[in-house]
């Protein structure tokens, strides 16, 4: 089972060890090193920041909600009531354009409002071997789609990881936790990896 641990603040989760993403679907060959950090700070909200090591990444789109999976993007996907049929989705490409919604289907997404987007911060540096981006996804943001929450050690969410292009050239598909499914799909909760804060 997946860890995520407490943290009393964000620069605590460069203390972490990172979590790799290496399985490889659908008639992938390889992906670039893809790895990612995620914790929790009560009363605020879950910390993520994926990691690909990929010189000069494909970067096509610029702003948010733009199909930023056509390029070389890293995903993050959440069913953080794991009894509810709710999950969200967030999607990122090297120029920090963000794809992300919520909704019980791949179909049936609601996208999230610009004051929503804000609240994610979400960023991306691009060095000279890797390129990296950082989501915030507050409690606040959380509770209009769940209700109330109060999350504490020993309890859990569902999640999976993705890297992901869906240009020809560049092709690829990969998960942290496997999908055991042949029709090329990241939107299926019931392949998410079981993860436990503590």
């Known amino acids: 089972m997946m860890k995520i641990k407490i943290l009393k603040n964000k620069e ?4 972490l060890a990172p979590l790799e993403i290496t399985h490889l679907l659908w008639g992938t060959k390889s992906i670039p090193h893809t790895y990612f950090y995620i914790g929790f700070i009560p009363e605020d909200g879950f910390y993520v920041r994926m990691v690909c090591e990929e010189k000069d990444p494909l970067r096509t789109y ?10 070389s993007a890293m995903e993050a996907f959440f069913q953080f009531i794991p009894e509810q049929e709710v999950y969200l989705n967030f999607e990122v490409n090297a120029n920090g354009a963000l794809l992300a919604a919520y909704g019980p289907s791949r179909v049936y997404r609601s996208y999230f409002s610009k004051e929503d987007m804000a609240m994610f911060q979400c960023r991306t540096e691009i060095e000279e071997d890797r390129w990296t981006a950082s989501i915030r996804i507050p409690l606040s943001v959380l509770e209009h ?7 504490k050690a020993g309890d859990t969410i569902s999640c999976n990881f993705y890297k992901i292009s869906e240009t020809k050239d560049v092709e690829h598909y990969a998960a942290y936790a496997p999908i055991l499914s042949s029709t090329p799909s990241f939107h299926l909760p019931e392949y998410f990896a079981s993860a436990i804060l503590e």
């Open 145 to 151: 789609i769940y209700g109330a929450l109060s999350f």
């Open 12 to 15: 605590e989760l460069n203390n």
């Open 62 to 71: 610029t702003e948010d909600f733009d199909p930023v999976y056509r390029d």
